[in-house]
């Protein structure tokens, strides 16, 4: 046994998903660190999991790099007092060694030395400032908003398969619960939307969905996709300028943001053509700003159908006898577009959760 299998769960519709209007003074508790539950039994068994690289591709050492793909050990900043009372939780220990398959692998690029440097600044000061690390905060439209992103996860459904290693950072990031009782992984960000374009993160700044979600969590990272909407605008201009003041707001709060590509569209029409010069945007913004990067669209690329469902907008999910499971990361589920953001994201939280001070 590598992972844990609960019963399936539904998956939130897009566009149906409630919002907590939480700005202000953040509202939560850490779960205790000697509560049984079933995590528990998960990592006592991924402890002793022997590596399983997924297919025959050439794979990735979970156990070496500062910036590389995964791995190294927990930190202080990870456990260090950050503004609240109660302060984080025991550490859960480091992550287990496991691999990455190359063809996943990079869509998570390396850290260069300024981007080691800007990130290990940005979680000083930012920790400095009362951010949370085990807390991270996700910014975009119907594709973040949907209950297939990281949703099942706060909600106890999730089947890690080989990536059993990940069980640490998973249990990390679902310790803190806000008022609603859920954590940064199930939590209905004031900051995603369905149908929304990059303006309307901004919209009323200072008093925007952006930043009254970062007041309300005080989160040390962010997961930032947005663009798919800015498609049917075709403003280039004002799409990269967005980028630029959503990473600007985030690194002046003490954010780190984790910039990711935006999937195909396959619908008919303009959008499909724009993909490109959008992803060259985000691709861009991220190297200037040295942050980190998912390069989503690379390795959705290589899905089936581009990983797209039938609409032609949003990412697939793989089904298990008709129930949508979008974190169970079997290989065969990872041949749809949400499995496969989930893993990568995950994979990210788990590199900067063990990044080296």
Not at 17 to 28: M, Q, V
Not at 161 to 173: C, G, N, R, S, V
Not at 201 to 226: R, T
Not at 282 to 291: E, F, N, T
Request: proline share 8%.
């Amino acid at each position: 046994m590598s992972s844990l299998r609960l019963p399936p769960c539904v998956a939130i519709p897009a566009l149906l998903s409630l919002h907590l209007a939480a700005c202000g003074t953040p509202d939560f508790v850490v779960r205790p660190a000697d509560a049984a539950s079933a995590s528990d039994a998960v990592l006592a068994d991924a402890a002793t999991t022997p590596d399983r690289p997924l297919g025959a591709d050439a794979a990735v050492d979970a156990t070496t790099r500062d910036g590389g793909a995964v791995g190294d050990a927990v930190t202080a900043d990870d456990t260090a007092a950050t503004g609240d009372d109660a302060g984080p939780p025991a550490d859960v220990g480091p992550t287990m060694p496991g691999t990455v398959p190359a063809s996943i692998a990079r869509a998570l690029p390396a850290f260069d030395d300024p981007t080691l440097a800007r990130v290990r600044g940005l979680r000083t000061a930012g920790i400095a400032a009362g951010n949370r690390p085990d807390v991270f905060a996700k910014i975009g439209d119907s594709i973040t908003e949907a209950g297939g992103f990281l949703q099942d996860i706060g909600d106890g459904y999730y089947d890690l398969q080989d990536y059993a290693w990940l069980m640490p950072t998973l249990t990390y990031f679902d310790r803190v619960h806000f008022a609603d009782a859920r954590s940064s992984f199930n939590r209905y960000s004031t900051a995603a939307m369905g149908g929304w374009v990059s303006a309307q993160v901004l919209a009323g700044d200072p008093a925007s969905p952006l930043q009254n979600e970062i007041a309300a969590i005080h989160p040390l990272y962010a997961i930032v996709m947005i663009g798919t909407n800015d498609l049917d605008r075709d403003n280039l201009p004002e799409y990269t300028a967005n980028l630029a003041r959503i990473a600007t707001i985030l690194e002046g709060n003490g954010t780190v943001p984790i910039f990711s590509t935006i999937p195909d569209r396959t619908d008919p029409g303009g959008p499909a053509a724009r993909v490109a010069s959008y992803n060259t945007a985000v691709r861009s913004l991220a190297a200037s700003h040295h942050v980190p990067l998912i390069d989503y669209w690379l390795v959705m690329h290589d899905l089936p159908g581009d990983g797209i469902s039938d609409d032609g907008i949003h990412p697939s999910i793989w089904r298990n006898m008709g129930d949508p499971q979008a974190t169970d990361f079997r290989a065969e589920a990872l041949q749809y577009g949400y499995n496969m953001r989930n893993l990568t994201a995950l994979l990210m939280l788990d590199r900067l959760r063990n990044l080296a001070p």
